[in-house]
């Protein structure tokens, strides 16, 4: 048994030595931000190299991020909040930079923590917190399954002596619709009143205040189909 296992890990070095390899081979020539990513966690994890080599490891997934990937921005983002992984430091800046990045490719954790940052500081041009803000982050991630974002949501509407579910804040169709600060229309709230017809309010934007963050309006091409 002994043999077998020095075997399989000798085998398993070499597989992850050539596809670290390719990944970089990938990266390099084709501007591949996915293989990037992939070549980063295997520099992390010390995979396919003689020991892990966290600045190289952070060099690829900046690159991946520069690339428009997803999950790169992600990890880069909270790598700047908590100041690990080589970065050394905390950047507030940065990480609401790659935050907000990922969070225009609708990744939900992305959404939840870029709501943090305007719940708890707001912007890093900004003066103080922002709850509108944190809560359509905190809406759109829910929209896409994000639980803790749901909770966190609920919890501003409550803090502000609403009496109003979360389902019934906007429309429910007004989850389709992911463009940001958008605008209903008097016919388009007859429409969302009638389609939540348990709510106890018509106009959605009442349960928040004078904020007019949660009215959204459908997009053209919609009007015209009508």
Request: with cysteine; charged share 30%; net charge negative.
């Amino acid at each position: 048994r002994p043999v077998s296992l020095t075997f399989e890990r000798r085998r398993r070095a070499r597989t992850d030595a050539k596809a670290l390899e390719e990944y970089e081979r990938r990266c390099e020539h084709d501007l591949d931000g996915k293989a990037a990513y992939n070549a980063s966690i295997l520099r992390a994890r010390g995979l396919g190299c003689d020991k892990d080599d966290v600045a190289a490891a952070l060099l690829l997934l900046r690159k991946s991020a520069s690339l428009g990937v997803p999950r790169a921005q992600l990890q880069l983002a909270g790598l700047y909040a908590s100041g690990n992984g080589g970065v050394n430091r905390i950047d507030h800046d940065e990480a609401f930079r790659w935050y907000s990045e990922a969070a225009t490719h609708n990744e939900p954790e992305a959404l939840y923590r870029l709501g943090n940052i305007y719940a708890e500081r707001g912007a890093p041009d900004a003066d103080g917190p922002d709850q509108s803000e944190a809560l359509w982050c905190y809406f759109r991630a829910s929209k896409l399954g994000h639980e803790k974002a749901r909770l966190a949501a609920e919890a501003i509407v409550i803090q502000r002596n609403k009496k109003s579910a979360f389902d019934n804040v906007v429309p429910k169709w007004a989850a389709h619709y992911l463009p940001w600060k958008l605008k209903l229309s008097s016919a388009d709230e007859e429409a969302a009143a009638a389609e939540n017809s348990e709510a106890a309010v018509d106009d959605p934007s009442a349960l928040l205040g004078n904020d007019p963050l949660l009215t959204p309006t459908r997009p053209q091409e919609d009007e015209e189909a009508e």
